[in-house]
Structures are given as C-alpha cells and as structure tokens.
C-alpha cells in the first residue's frame, strides 16, 4: 500500500476536521514522484464543490502528508463497491 487516509483535526482559530493523506516514501516507484507532485499542484488550485480540497501538504523522512478536506462515508472504492454501477452521466 502506497498511501493510507486517516481523520485528524487541526487546532486554529475554528477547529477543522480532516483527512491527512500519508504516502509512505519506500513505496514510491521512480515515476510516482512526478504523479504525487503533479496532484498536489491540481489541488492547490482547485476550488470546486465535487472535488475534496486540498488544505496544505508535508513530508518528513519516511512519509508525504496531505492534509484535505474530509469526507465522511468512505472514499470512492467504498462508494462504487457499494453501487456495484454507476451510470454514465
């Protein structure tokens, strides 16, 4: 497993509940840099209602983190299992 997500909240002025993406550094292959710093430069700029959004990003030795929005009831594996189809449109 590359990544996991797990729920965390942030001390601020209003507390925010989020998601820390944690991209484990041994299992980058040598292209999955380039795809990992490619998602976080969308993300940094999308502003959208259907998109999770992107709230800051870190790295230590061993891990990459990427703190988002969190989005109750699964991520999107859970939801089309769940469906077992989803239409076109």
Known sequence: MIAQTRPSS???TRPIFCAIKCISRKALT???PDILINEIKLLKHIKHDNIVEMY???WDENYIYIVMEYCAGGDMSMFIRSRQQLSEA
């Open 10 to 12: 942030a001390i601020s």
């Open 56 to 58: 800051d990003f870190s």
């Open 30 to 32: 040598k292209t999955t």
